[in-house]
């Protein structure tokens, strides 16, 4: 069965929000369908598991990283993030080294395979998503850019505002819960 192409979304007159979260709703179902990550991986010539690869991509990004702080870059908990490690470690993409600044901590990193690997999937995307703007012009190309970046930064601000917020809201519930004379401590 022929898959149904979608219409580019309207932007209504008076609700340029709702426009806006309809197409990012349609871009991230798009971007995140494992038709699209197979199709990747398969110009990449690469069999492996993709919901593994942001950590790779996190770490390959940012660098060496304690795995409390990925899970916590990731939005995950520390038994996704140890299941998706040990995934990455069997397929020889990934090492635990040692923190030297706390002997109980384990810092990640990617192989020099790891890295051939995204170096692959870098240009297998970078492959498709030309494919998939081929017709834009450049200026359009710079405005996506532009947009993007933007909206990458206001959300990240955003998120980092409310995270705040909530981990300011517990510590004070905590705080109400404890008996008088600890609280003047």
């Known amino acids: 069965m022929p898959e149904k192409l979608l219409k580019p979304v309207q932007l209504p007159t008076g609700a340029p ?3 806006v979260q309809r197409a990012w709703s349609r871009l991230a179902r798009f971007s995140n369908q494992s038709r699209m990550y197979a199709m990747v991986l398969e110009r990449a010539g690469l069999s492996i598991d993709h919901s593994s690869l942001p950590l790779l991509e996190y770490l390959q990004e940012f660098g060496p990283t304690r ?9 995950l908990d ?11 470690k ?46 834009w012009s450049e200026e359009d190309l ?9 909206l990458s930064v206001d959300g990240e601000r955003n998120l980092s505002a409310h995270l705040s917020t909530q981990a ?16 003047r401590q």
């Open 168 to 183: 300011g809201t517990a510590k004070k519930a905590r705080i109400k819960r404890l008996p008088q004379a600890e609280t």
């Open 90 to 135: 069997d397929r020889g993409l990934l090492v635990q080294i040692l923190d030297p600044l706390d002997n109980r901590a384990r810092i990640l990193r990617p192989t020099a395979r790891g890295k051939r690997v995204l170096a692959k999937i870098d240009q297998a995307s970078l492959d498709v998503l030309g494919d998939t703007l081929q017709h």
């Open 142 to 150: 710079h405005t996506l850019v532009t947009m993007l970046n933007r």
């Open 78 to 88: 520390l038994s996704t993030l140890s299941r998706q490690v040990t995934v990455l």
């Open 17 to 19: 929000l709702i426009a």
């Open 67 to 75: 795995m409390t702080v990925a899970a916590d870059a990731l939005g």
